[in-house]
Every structure is written in structure tokens, then in C-alpha cells.
């Protein structure tokens, strides 16, 4: 019997029709990836789901008693204070509490945390750890149905390695998740809800594959398409040449003729196969080379925290035109300090520069990890206005054709879900053309297919960019050099495989006595592994599983299979170091 089963379900949030005849059902067992270009509906479909909000017509059968658990998207205010062991207890009936305290402890420990960890409180939390919690906090209720809401972003490889073997276990309940990580899904789910064109595609596949089923069906639909398209052409023309030699020669015969076409192409337009809107997300910039060799250079700079605390040094390093730099190191390392640094460094008068110096005809589109441009009450239009030179039309058809519909035009960017606050930036990068793009997790919020299309324009020829991202894929496909914080400096490396493997290579020559089967969970003495290490031989384990992955996903004649058993080979050293 379906957990959950929807039946041509219709919901329209103000002007904006989400779902029109939306179809699908939720079984036992069934672990999916709720996926759809931001806006498309997905958060919503999860308040449908709960009875949050009601359904304009449909049907929505849930099975009765269900037990359901939410895992949230943000973390609630009254929770940053509470440590996380507490903040997980407080989800357990209270006279059972002093019973099952000890499941949350387990739960915990098999999601990376260790025992002075769970005592902290939330907010000196990373946001990975705090996601895991949000995760924590639905799971102990033991839901026979888990919706999880991006339950990704922001997670580093450490905090993603304990979703990723946490969910992949075979006694998990069955799960509908809305999540933009790709690696992610592929991992976990088993079936893809895609949410397009206000209507539903299910694929019993991951989602890589599921894409390339959709895609699959796309062409064929728009061939098909084509050919109809064709066939109402030629019946037009035919229809009006027997209209005028019936109305001509007064051939009621011939007239009838044409009536009778008239209709059938009539027929013929109501059934024309459906071809897809897409996303509307396309972003091109300014892709011509700066007339000079530099766009800036880092010079004998000191990169500190806010309180003045060193982080890392640099020597020289010199951007480029045409540059695509991932700025790489694990969280707390002063990546978003060191574009902070940049961004200082630009806004300041041309002749007050010292260490860092950039090309005097640099124009900067800045993408801020934390979208903290968008905390004010201003509409949608005018927040545009203020920070681009685009002409009132340009802004006008602009958002329209990125999802933003005339309507919602004077809506407050407050308001905003991060999805759609990213789309309006990115879209302020279409209109004002920079030259050089620096984006810090430019891939917190941006929707899948979003994702990719942006990976398709970031890579053509002239774009020069830097950027930080958690995912690995995204860094892979995009960039062509790699700065790397390390041991109190920045400095370049050849790839990223490179960096990848030096995460644990002191990890690997370590001891053979380290061993994290330990009473004492938290300790960090010479027979257990401590948490940096870990999130090193994590981080490794997540490279060496992805690139093996992709490996054996190519045709065997495009396989190496030498390099296949080396992956193998390390990644079982690194799991029987975590045993």
C-alpha cells in the first residue's frame, strides 16, 4: 500500500499556477530526489505533503497514522543556543528521555560528532553540523516517511560523507528529498521526481540517469513536435488554397473540404506535443580578455580574520584574463576571508593599493555566499535597478525571462527563498557584463539544472573567474588553475587531484596505531584519530568513491582500469582506518 499517492494535483501560489495536474505516488522503501529548477514548486509540494497548506484540486490519499519527519532547511532561532545533543533530546517524548538518551548519543556518533562536540552549542556549529542536528532531530523520532528539504547545503565533505553513509543504509525509512548536490543524489536515491512545466516526470533512476531519460524524451518530444508542427503548416495552406477556388469556382464541395481541414488543424493544435520551457536561467557575461596580462595581483599579502588573527600569507600570485581559479582549503581555513580581502582591495581607490592591485578596467560581479544584499524591504525591480546600468526595459523582459513574472515585480527581496535571491543576482551579471566574476559557494542555492547550464557558461572561452564550492563536480568541470590555503600560505597547485590526495597524505603515513574504536569518543591521544584527520580521510574517501564512480560509468573501452584498482586499493586503507 502507497505511503503517500497524489492524483492530478493543482496548487497555485498567488499569480503563479506550481502544479497542474501533478501525479505520483510514495511506497515503502522508496528513497527519492525531489529535483526542479528553483521556484518550480518543490518546498511547496513538501507543505502539501504535511497538510500545511491546501490543495486547489487533486487528490491527496495518505495512509493513516503515518508518521512523518521533517527534516528543515534552516535551523530555528530559539535553537542557537542549545547544544546538540540537547536540541535532538528535546524530540523525544520527555518521559522517555532519560530512557533513550543514549539513541541519541549513538545517532550522533554515526553522524561525525564527537562527545565534547554534541556539548556545544549550535551556532559555534559549522553549518554542516548544524544541517546533521536538523537530520538528527527528525530521524530519533523513527518517521516511517523522512522529507528532507536541501539537506546538503553547506556541508563540506566530512558533514556530507555522514548524510551520504547515514542514508545509504539498508533500514533507513523511506525518503523524499529536494536536493541541488548531484553527487548526492546519485548516491542515495533510487528514483527522481522532477518538477517541471508545472507537471511531474518520475524516473525509477538516480538522477544522472533520470536526466538523460529526460532528456531522451525532450528530443523526441520536440522532433515529434517538429513534425506536427510541419503537418499544420501544409494542412493550412491546403485549407486556404480550397476556401478561395470554393468561394472562386462556388463549390460548396471544395468549401466543405476546407471547413473540415479547419477543424482537423484545430484538433491538431489542441494535441501538439508538450515541449519544455526549460529553466530560463542563462547567464552571459562580458567574455573578452582585459587588454592587459593581469586582472590583479596578489603581492607579500597577510590575509586575516576579522579580529585581526593571521590566517595565511601569499607571496606573489598573479589572475590572469581568462583565469577560472577554485580557491580550495577545508571550512575555516580563510577562503571567504581572502575574497572579503579582494573585494576590499577593488572597492578601494586605484592609487590606494597597495599588496593587492587590481587592472584599473576590472568590473567585478561579486556572488556573496550569504546573499546578505538582499536584507531589505525593497522590491525585486528596484533592488535590480540600484545595481546594474541596464536600461527599465532590459530589467523588465529580464526577470521575466528568468522566472520572475511582471507581478511579482515590486515583491520584497527579504522574502526571498536563497534559490531565487541567487537567480536575481546572477541575473544583475547578465545585464551589468562584468569582466571578472568572483563567486563564493556560488552553488549553495542555484537548482540543478540551474547548475549545469551555469557550468556551460562559465566554461566559455574568456570568462575569468575565482570561486570556492563544496562540490566537487562543479569544481572539476569549471576550473582550469587552483589556489590552495595550506599550512599558513596560498599557493598554486597543478590539479586538483593533487590537493585532493595531499588532504591525507599525512594520514596515511600516520602510525599504524591510530585506531577510533576508543571508550573515550572525543579523546584525541595517540591511539585514535583525531577530528582533523578524520575530515581528511573523509574528504579523500568522497574523491576516490566519486572518481571511481565516473570511471566505471564510461564505456569499457574509455576505462582505466590501472587507475581503478589504485582508487580501490587506497579507498579500502582509508576505511580500514576508520573501522
Known amino acids: 500500500m502507497s505511503l503517500i499517492s497524489a492524483i492530478e494535483l493543482s496548487f497555485q501560489a498567488g499569480s503563479k499556477a506550481l502544479f497542474d495536474g501533478l501525479s505520483f505516488s510514495i511506497e515503502p522503501g522508496d528513497r527519492i530526489g525531489l529535483v526542479g529548477h528553483n521556484g518550480c514548486g518543490k518546498s511547496t509540494l513538501l507543505k502539501l505533503l504535511l497538510r500545511e497548506l491546501p490543495i486547489d484540486a487533486g487528490q491527496l490519499h495518505i495512509q493513516r497514522g503515518l508518521k512523518i519527519g521533517l527534516v528543515e532547511q534552516f535551523l530555528a532561532p530559539s535553537l542557537e543556543d542549545v547544544p546538540a545533543v540537547a536540541a535532538v533530546l528535546e524530540k523525544i517524548p520527555e518521559p522517555e528521555q532519560p530512557v533513550r538518551a543514549y539513541q541519541v548519543e549513538t545517532l550522533l556518533q554515526q553522524l561525525g560528532f564527537y562527545a565534547d562536540t554534541v556539548q556545544r552549542p549550535l551556532n559555534t556549529l559549522s553549518g554542516g553540523q548544524k544541517n546533521l542536528v536538523l537530520f538528527a532531530r527528525a530521524i530519533i523520532q523513527e518517521p516511517e516517511l523522512l522529507l528532507l528539504d536541501e539537506p546538503g547545503n553547506h556541508m563540506d565533505s566530512k558533514a556530507m560523507f555522514f548524510l551520504k553513509r547515514y542514508l545509504s543504509q539498508p533500514d533507513v525509512p523511506a525518503f523524499l528529498m529536494i536536493s541541488h548536490d548531484r553527487d548526492l543524489l546519485d548516491s542515495v536515491t533510487q528514483r527522481t521526481l522532477w518538477l517541471r512545466d508545472e507537471r511531474g516526470y518520475a524516473f525509477n533512476l538516480p538522477y544522472t540517469q533520470a536526466k538523460e531519460a529526460l532528456s531522451a524524451q525532450d528530443e523526441a518530444a520536440f522532433k515529434t513536435r517538429q513534425a506536427e508542427e510541419k503537418e499544420i503548416a501544409g494542412l493550412k495552406v491546403s485549407a486556404k488554397r480550397l476556401a478561395i477556388w ?34 530560463g536561467l542563462s547567464l552571459k557575461v562580458d567574455a573578452e580578455f582585459l587588454k592587459a596580462k593581469q586582472v590583479f595581483i596578489f603581492e607579500n599579502e597577510t590575509i586575516c580574520r576579522p579580529d ?77 535597478r540600484t545595481r546594474c546600468r541596464a536600461s527599465e526595459e532590459d530589467i523588465k523582459q529580464t526577470l521575466i525571462q528568468w522566472g520572475f513574472p511582471f507581478l511579482e515585480h515590486d515583491r520584497r527581496v527579504n522574502v526571498l527563498s536563497g534559490g531565487e535571491r541567487a537567480r536575481i543576482l546572477l541575473l544583475t551579471f547578465q545585464l551589468d557584463q562584468p569582466n571578472l566574476l568572483i563567486m563564493d559557494e556560488p552553488t549553495n542555492h542555484i537548482d540543478l539544472q540551474g547548475k549545469e547550464e551555469l557550468e556551460i557558461d562559465l566554461v566559455k572561452p574568456g570568462i575569468s573567474l575565482l570561486f570556492t564550492s563544496h562540490d566537487q563536480r562543479f569544481i572539476q568541470n569549471i576550473a582550469t588553475r587552483f589556489w590552495w590555503i595550506h599550512n599558513g600560505s596560498l599557493t598554486e597547485l597543478h590539479d586538483s587531484d593533487a590537493y585532493f590526495q595531499s588532504l591525507t597524505q599525512d594520514t596515511l603515513t600516520a602510525p599504524a596505531a591510530l585506531n577510533k574504536k576508543n571508550t573515550d569518543r572525543g579523546a584525541e591521544t595517540s591511539g585514535t584519530i583525531n577530528e582533523q584527520d578524520e575530515e581528511r580521510i573523509l574528504e579523500r574517501i568522497c574523491q576516490l568513491e566519486q572518481w571511481l564512480a565516473d570511471d566505471m560509468a564510461r564505456k569499457p573501452k574509455f576505462q582505466k582500469p590501472a587507475k581503478q584498482q589504485l582508487w580501490q586499493d587506497e579507498l579500502d586503507k582509508l576505511n580500514a582506518v576508520l573501522r
Open 246 to 279: 470554393g468561394k472562386v469556382y462556388d463549390n460548396e464541395d471544395l468549401a466543405r473540404k476546407a471547413k473540415s481541414m479547419e477543424k482537423r488543424i484545430d484538433k491538431l493544435e489542441q494535441s501538439k506535443t508538450f515541449v519544455t520551457h526549460g529553466s
Open 308 to 384: 585581526g588573527q593571521s590566517l595565511f600569507h601569499i607571496e606573489e600570485l598573479n589572475f590572469r584574463p581568462g583565469d577560472r581559479i577554485a580557491l580550495l582549503g577545508v571550512n575555516g581555513s580563510g577562503k571567504s576571508s581572502c575574497i572579503e580581502a579582494l573585494m576590499r582591495a577593488y572597492q578601494a581607490e586605484t592609487g590606494s593599493q597597495t599588496s593587492t592591485r587590481f587592472n584599473p578596467n576590472a568590473r567585478i560581479g561579486y556572488f556573496d555566499q550569504e546573499l546578505s544584499a538582499f536584507d531589505q524591504e525593497t522590491g525585486i525591480a528596484d533592488w535590480v
